[in-house]
Each structure stands twice: as structure tokens, then as C-alpha cells.
């Protein structure tokens, strides 16, 4: 295919404006004349702005990676309330700027959902898939959004941190009843008080053991993320 070089005589100013206003300017050429622009713009998500304030307040940073225009990605980012922004990244290149927060200690969860996104949720700590993504930044994913609602990574970050809590809690609750209880299955009172746990009462100790562990993990089918009781939300 052979390149032509344009003559753009359009005012740079109205560019400028278009891209402030969010917008891609695509140039229209034929042959080697400047027929005109398109103006793209992209539409924000459902729920972003709501999402990106949580996400905030939860004490998370926000970063968008685009290969968009410096000022158009600057501008969706203000509306958004999006404060850190690297702009006009290459595919390719996206997931070597992961790299490079990584190395600082950072630790990324991505966002995507095209084809240019996969090397990045690959490359990120946790990659997160959209459920109307395309087929290859879900498989690229560590899990995806079936109902394609951003509002799902506030819920999947809470579930996750009462996972976490769960799994601690237990962990220290079955430490104490086994410190507990095993010296004493051991016979360590029976020289001074004559206590000693027979095998069985041994064995169903144990087995109690494992089931307040099992039932307390169990309670987490009624736990809903604190974000949907704020906001009421029923899906």
C-alpha cells in the first residue's frame, strides 16, 4: 500500500477542541487531499464514575492506559475522576508499563476487555475480563465479569477481603483449639488431675473442630459486599 503524505490545513485549534471535548479526531484523505475529520467519542461505562469514587475510597490508586490522544484521554479522565493517566501507549507496550509499576512495588489489577488488553491482564497481578469482552482478553483473564457490570470489581476486591478474613480468622480460631486440646489428648493433666480425653472424645474434638471451621466459612453466602448495600443493589 502506498503512503501519502496529507496537507491538514485544518485549524489546530478545532482539533484541540474536539479532543478536549473527548473526542478521536480521525483525518479523512483522498489521495494525497484533506477531505475531512471524524470525530469519535468513546462512552464512558455504565457506573465508571460511581465505581472509580468507591475504588478511591477504598484507598486504591487509578491509572488509565490508553493509546488514545494525550487530550482526549485527559479529558475522559477528568470526567471520570480519574487522576493518573499515560496516554498514547501502544498495544504491545501496555503490558511493559505494568511491568515498570511492578518493579516499583506496585501491585496492578487490569481492566479490558479487547484484544489489545490481553498481554496486559496476562502481565498484571490480577487481570480482570469484562463478560462482553472478547474471547481472548477472557481467556487472558484471571476471572471475568459475566454480567459485563463494572460494579463487579468493587464486589470481586470486598469478596475477596472477606475471603481473606475468613481464612485468617480460622486459621487462628483452629491454632487455639488445637493447642488446646491436643496436650490434653496427649495426657499432660493426667499426672496432676487424673484428665484424659479417650480416643473417641479425642476424635470428636477434632471433628467439631472442623466443623466450626466449615460452618463459619459457610456464613459467607449471607456476607454482600458493602458497596450493593449502599447502594441497594439487587442483581
Known sequence: MKAYEVDITISSKVIDRLRKDAKTVIYVAIVNNLAGIIAIADTPRKYAKDVIE???????????LTGDNKLTA???????????????????????VIKQLQRRGEIIAMVGDGINDAPSL???????????????????????????????????????????RKVKFNLLWALIYNISLIPIAAGIL????????RPELAGFAMVLSSISV????????RWKPKYFHQKNYSG
Request: hydrophobic content about 50%.
Open 54 to 64: 468507591y475504588l478511591k475510597s477504598m484507598g486504591l490508586k487509578i491509572l488509565m
Open 74 to 96: 485527559k479529558a475522559i479522565a477528568e470526567k471520570l475522576g480519574i487522576d493518573d493517566v499515560i496516554a498514547e501507549v501502544l498495544p504491545e507496550d501496555k503490558a511493559e
Open 122 to 164: 496476562i502481565q498484571a497481578d490480577v487481570g480482570i475480563a469484562m463478560g462482553g469482552g472478547t474471547v481472548i482478553a477472557k481467556e487472558a483473564g484471571d476471572f471475568i465479569l459475566i454480567k459485563n457490570d463494572l460494579r463487579g470489581v468493587i464486589a470481586a476486591i470486598e469478596v475477596g477481603k472477606a475471603i481473606r
Open 190 to 197: 493426667y499426672p496432676t488431675m487424673g484428665l484424659i480425653l
Open 214 to 221: 466449615t460452618t463459619n466459612a459457610l456464613l459467607l453466602k
